[in-house]
């Protein structure tokens, strides 16, 4: 089988959140970046189907030099080879204009499968791999935590809300966007690190893919949420206490 | 004739026949020796050289050796009666090494030493000395081993043992028994016979036994790591631990032939004192056995049909099997080294382990936890930053840094800092020191962690640390060594003893009964670092000492070194209950810990025993409790 | 036409809350462009349901109607939606953000050369459209700049729909919106994908790594006998019973409810910790929780530290309390 899989680097959860001067974005200087939590679990997933079914796992990444220890980790971890799309502009490109760059990398290797994570930790759009399967006209399912192939090509669990879930069938070549915690995620070994080192990432630039790049949607502020995080302490009686808990799990936390 | 003027009867002429017999029976033994220890000696000389090993500086090797070799201090020390017994037999053995060429040679009509002849009547008598204790020890030890049976020698009787037993007391009664006929009887004869017999056959039976040890075990001992517990560094690319027979290194494969079955091993390892598979000795039985069957040179793994993995991943690293071995045998480096084949490789797969890799991949701490959680400890108890210009930084850790309890530890010990004027500073942001990491066998995460931390201390410009857990201590001292050079750094209770005189003595509420105190040697401080007496003499400030019985280097570990306290649920009894349940035995009102981690592993075990428990407190806190407007936490 | 069309949803023959949020929330829209508002139902057979929403102060109700619409699939709701998007021509589609949504919208909002600016928070003046990036620490606000229809979607519990049942009755009384159907052009072919039924996870296991709504018990419970008060708070919320080590190791509870480093790690929408105190152990496997409440009467209990809110309380007297509490909200 041969597997792509898409994985975006993102800012470590639990970053320092200062905005920038421009007031578009967070500033970027003093922080550490990781693999996308979804996308890890993508890579598992990839992974675990070569390893049953013999075949090669490419991984495609777009944006900045950054990117590149990212890739290695992922290259690392087992992926075959890798493709990193030189970006330095991600932030300006909305969903569509990603997807573009993705697709048009992802194309020409006429994959049997395309795996994305289900959305990034910093945007949380939740979209490209959707806007991907659009692009390549590829049929494609979401939520996904378990895939296994079959002889007309692959059936999949779907996560729905409430604890139910679903299986569907699809054709390949197909698109599949993996939830967080379908499978154990494997750890970075010294030994797939020194592998590493001689595996292939080819370098693309965003202007030789010559997509579209102009934003339909635009980013144009940032702001810092009102609400601090700090402990409210709701008092009064125990009568008092639970209707005001009530109030804030109805309204503030939406549970009710 | 007298006893004082008996001599050792020697035969005088030997027939051309018998001259013959024993050429012959002496090159059988020979070839019966030389076969076996020829094919181990190379099978050691064939494997793969330790590339960090230094024969110098070599004084330290040569007085380990006449310690623990010559004088058998070891042996007697941590097990006295069979020690003693053990020793005496090693003695006669060395001082019949003339007795015994000579006899030889006295076949061949070139005996030596003339027993009438005043240096040889001294000889013989004092070597005739030796035989007796020698005869009355391994008497001792043949009952010990077949009739009282002690669980640590195993359950299956080891029949070599009782061939060997009965050669050694053979050779010593009949070399006594010499002394009692006259040179040119039929008896002389006889027993000259018999005792060349004796030794004949004992010599072939050595490498092919346990006995192998006394050839091996003086060069085991001398040719030890160095250090306690010391991990190697990987050498090369292709390096990733102990994966398969290519990776043992000679001195394991020296020390795998080594062993002498004794257990002291397994009698010390809290693993295989709480009914877990792994037994120390096994360990290293293992590699014989996998070595005599497949050599340095196989590729089969090491865990395999010798060794398991879950064996190796219940360890501990508590050292006290290394400690305990009389012939220099280094249990922690090798299971490391199995370990580290097993995650170097990514073969281990353990759910919690791989969340802990991932936590550590990911962030900066082993807990999972967000930094900003550290970064608000810091600000909202008001610890100063370190700026150059503190004497000390103040190393968090990552249980001083998150964990409650490790937290009150901390701010117990800046009080005291503080109450003595020194001045330190916490540093802005820390990583893990990768303790866990590194005896799990992660050399990946541990190189990354190592590297980034020294980093940051190099920038910060510190010179000396201070750190309230003893496995931070370690790391940074020894382990980050293989990257670059570690500033100073020391464990709180060194600190505190050396100002323990400025520190108030506290007052016992009631003076005929003073408050009792437990002090729980960690094995990081206590084996590791040699560091027994200073935190007791901080405890001591607060209180009457009293010791468990399992204490100093004989401390029973709380379970949750080698990576362990990250790891899942243990099989069968936990190892901190165990011991929590030891010292709370003592009938001692407080149990005073000098590890975070010692501290959460009773406090756990303790609260699981119900109530009238002792309590629990980290000797900064026993320290801190005396200061003046000290109030509870 | 312009105006603004909102996608409801349609689950097991019942229309979800957040579809009517996503009604107010396209009143709201259309209030603040002097549009007038529209609303679509997709499937098959939805004469009830089309009735139902025709109820709301909207201009009408569009039934896109398909045989082949009667079981969720991507490509027949995107299909089906391009087809009215292209005939109708909304100025603004709003969706509510559900899983279904998250699979088909973005890639019909694609077809159509758009982006969906989805889990939307609030509404501003532009419009301006507010979203929460990095895991709720930022807010982003997006303004479309194209021409061509814009999609947005709804963040569950963003837009109350409580106001807009409280007009339903005044709305009642009004006539009902005009109810038209719409029927896509769909050949089954077009329809890669075979779903099946959907169907619940196994219930015989405990899964804590997925729920989302969780209740912990800690050692403040003193005793097993008193499991069941908070046990039926757990019931009245949704939620799952969890507990710390200490009171698995007690036996009150099964092994399988640990949640801690040496058991489970969880990251639901909300973490009630009753009794807790909040060692490491057990903090490590709950940190990643959306919300922490905790009930527990040491003011400085460490787990108040990391809680969003807290109650510093006698459980006994607050856990029933809640429970009531809890039961009469959800009447």
Request: with cysteine; proline share 6%; charged share 20%.
């Amino acid at each position: 089988m041969k597997i792509v899989v898409a994985i975006k680097q993102v800012p470590e959860r639990d970053a320092q959140v200062r905005i920038d001067a421009a007031g578009k974005w967070i500033e970027e200087s003093d922080l550490q970046y990781a693999l996308n939590e979804s996308d890890a679990y993508a890579l598992e997933e990839a992974l675990q189907l070569k390893e049953k079914h013999s075949g090669e796992v490419i991984v495609v990444s777009a944006g900045p030099e950054r990117v590149g220890t990212t890739i290695r980790e992922a290259l690392a971890k087992g992926a075959d080879r890798a493709i990193h799309i030189g970006c330095d502009d991600l932030g300006a490109r909305d969903a569509l204009g990603v997807a573009r760059l993705l697709a048009a990398a992802i194309k020409p290797e006429n994959p049997d499968l395309v795996l994305t994570g289900l959305q990034s930790e910093d945007l949380g759009l939740g979209q490209t791999g959707v806007i991907v399967a659009e692009l390549l006209g590829l049929p494609h399912a979401t939520l996904i935590l378990h895939v296994e192939r079959t002889e007309t090509g692959v059936t999949v669990k779907r996560e729905l809300e409430e604890g139910w879930f679903q299986t569907i069938e699809l054709p390949t070549p197909a698109v599949l966007t993996i939830q967080s915690g379908g499978n154990k995620l494997r750890y970075a070994t010294l030994m797939g690190i020194k592998r590493a080192k001689t595996k292939e990432v080819r370098r693309l630039t965003a202007a030789e893919l010559a997509v579209d790049a102009a934003p339909v949607v635009l980013l144009e502020q940032v702001t810092l949420p009102q609400k601090q995080k700090s402990t409210q302490i709701l008092p009064g009686t125990a009568k008092e206490a639970a209707a005001a808990l009530v109030e804030k799990l109805k309204f503030e936390v939406r549970v009710l | 004739m007298t006893l004082l003027s008996a001599t050792l009867a020697e035969p005088q002429h030997f027939s051309l026949f018998e001259k013959l017999l024993f050429a012959g029976l002496a090159i059988a033994s020979g070839c019966g020796f030389w076969r076996r220890f020829g094919k181990i000696l190379d099978k050691i000389l064939q494997s793969k050289k330790d590339p960090s090993f230094h024969l110098f500086p070599i004084g330290k090797r040569i007085g380990d050796f006449v310690w623990e070799v010559l004088f058998q201090a070891k042996v007697i020390r941590e097990r006295p009666l069979p020690g003693l017994a053990h020793a005496f037999v090693f003695w006669a053995f060395c001082t019949f090494v003339l007795v015994t060429l000579n006899h030889c040679a006295v076949v061949l009509g070139l005996g030596f030493l003339n027993p009438a002849g005043q240096f040889a009547r001294f000889y013989f008598y004092f070597a005739a000395a030796f035989a007796l204790t020698c005869a009355a020890g391994i008497l001792g030890l043949f009952v010990r081993r077949f009739l009282v049976r002690p669980k640590w020698l195993g359950e299956k009787l080891s029949y070599q043992s009782g061939v060997i037993a009965l050669l050694i007391f053979v050779l010593m009664a009949t070399y006594l028994a010499s002394f009692f006929v006259s040179d040119a009887t039929p008896a002389a004869r006889a027993l000259w016979w018999l005792h060349t017999l004796a030794l004949l056959a004992f010599l072939p039976l050595i490498p092919h036994t346990k006995h192998l040890h006394l050839v091996l075990s003086p060069a085991t001992v001398f040719l030890s790591r160095g250090t306690f517990s010391q991990i190697p560094p990987l050498s090369g690319d292709e390096d990733f631990g102990l994966v398969a027979g290519t990776d043992l290194t000679q001195l394991v494969s020296l020390q795998a032939w080594s062993c002498v079955e004794c257990g002291r091993c397994t009698e010390h390892c809290p693993a295989a004192n709480t009914g877990k598979l792994l037994n120390p000795k096994e360990i290293v039985l293992g590699l014989r056995g996998y070595l005599n069957e497949y050599g340095p040179s196989s590729e089969q793994p090491l865990l395999g049909k010798y060794n398991a993995q879950e064996a190796v991943f219940q360890c501990t690293t508590c050292g006290a099997c290394e400690f305990q071995c009389p012939v220099g045998i280094e249990h922690v480096p090798i299971l490391v080294g199995l370990r580290r084949g097993a995650v170097n490789t990514g073969l281990w797969e353990d759910q919690h382990g791989a969340k802990l890799f991932l936590a550590l991949e990911r962030g900066s701490n082993a807990l999972g936890l967000s930094p900003t959680d550290r970064d608000k400890f810091i600000q909202r108890m008001e610890l100063p930053l370190f700026d150059g210009t503190q004497e000390y930084c103040l190393w968090l850790g990552c249980m001083g840094g998150y964990d409650p309890k490790g937290r009150e530890i901390v701010l117990a010990f800046t009080r005291v800092m503080s109450y003595l004027g020194t001045s330190y500073g916490v540093l802005r942001k820390e990583k893990c020191t990768g303790d866990p990491v590194r005896r799990l066998g992660n050399d990946l995460l541990f190189q990354q962690l190592a590297e980034a931390n020294l980093e940051a201390l190099a920038q910060n410009k510190v010179k000396k640390i201070v750190s309230i857990c003893p496995h931070c201590v370690r790391t940074i001292q020894e382990d980050w060594k293989e990257y670059s050079t570690p500033p100073e750094i020391e464990h709180h209770s060194e600190f505190l003893a050396r100002y323990a005189h400025r520190l108030p003595k506290q007052a016992s509420p009631n003076p005929t009964s003073p408050e009792t105190i437990v002090f729980h040697d960690p094995c990081y401080l206590g084996r590791y670092r040699n560091v027994y007496d200073e935190p007791r003499t901080v405890a001591a400030l607060a209180g009457e000492l009293v010791e468990a019985p399992r204490s100093r280097e004989r401390s029973f570990c709380c379970g949750a070194g080698g990576g362990l306290a990250f790891l899942g649920e243990e099989t069968g009894e936990r190892v901190s209950h165990n011991r929590a349940q030891e010292l709370a035995a003592t009938g001692a009102q407080t149990i005073a810990a000098a590890c975070p981690f010692c501290n959460t592993m009773f406090r756990d075990a303790l609260a699981a025993t119900g109530e009238g428990v002792p309590q629990l407190m980290d000797i900064a806190q026993l320290a801190a409790r005396g200061l003046p407007q000290s109030g509870s936490s | 036409m312009s105006g603004i069309l909102v996608v409801v949803e349609q689950r097991a023959g019942r229309i979800g809350r957040i579809s009517w949020e996503a009604v107010a929330a396209g009143q709201r829209l259309g209030a603040q462009l002097g549009l007038p508002v529209s609303a679509a139902i997709v499937g098959s057979q939805t004469e009830s349901l089309a009735s139902e929403i025709a109820t709301r102060p909207l201009s009408k109700v569009v039934r896109v109607e398909h045989p082949l619409l009667a079981q969720y699939t991507a490509d027949g709701f995107a299909l089906a939606l391009q087809q009215f998007i292209q005939a109708e021509q909304p100025d603004y589609i709003v969706f509510p953000h559900t899983y279904q949504v998250r699979d088909y919208a973005p890639a019909l909002a694609a077809r159509l050369g758009q982006v969906l600016i989805g889990d939307v928070v609030a509404v501003g003046d532009g419009p301006v459209f507010t979203r929460q990036l990095l895991q709720g620490r930022l807010n982003g606000n997006y303004r479309p700049t194209g021409s061509g229809p814009c999609f947005v979607s709804v963040q569950a519990g963003a837009f109350r729909a409580e106001p807009l049942e409280e007009n339903a009755a005044a709305a009642q009384a009004t006539t009902p919106a005009t109810i038209t159907t719409f029927t896509p052009t769909l050949d089954p072919a077009q329809i890669r994908a075979r779903p099946s039924e959907p169907y619940r996870g196994s219930s015989q296991t405990v899964d804590l790594g997925s729920a989302q709504l969780i209740v912990g018990v800690g050692r403040g419970i003193k005793d097993a006998e008193s499991i069941p008060m908070v046990e039926e708070l757990a019931t009245a919320l949704g939620a799952e019973l969890a507990a710390s080590r200490p009171i698995c190791d007690n036996g009150w509870l099964p092994m399988e409810r640990q949640v801690g480093s040496s058991g489970q790690t969880v990251s639901p929408k909300l973490y009630l910790a009753v009794g807790i105190s909040g060692a490491i152990q057990h903090l490590v496997g709950m940190k990643g929780s959306q919300c922490v409440v905790a009930i527990n009467k040491d003011p400085d209990a460490p787990i108040f530290e990391i809680a969003d809110y807290g109650i510093v309380g006698d459980l006994f007297e607050v856990v029933p309390a809640l429970t009531a509490a809890v039961k009469a909200a959800k009447q």
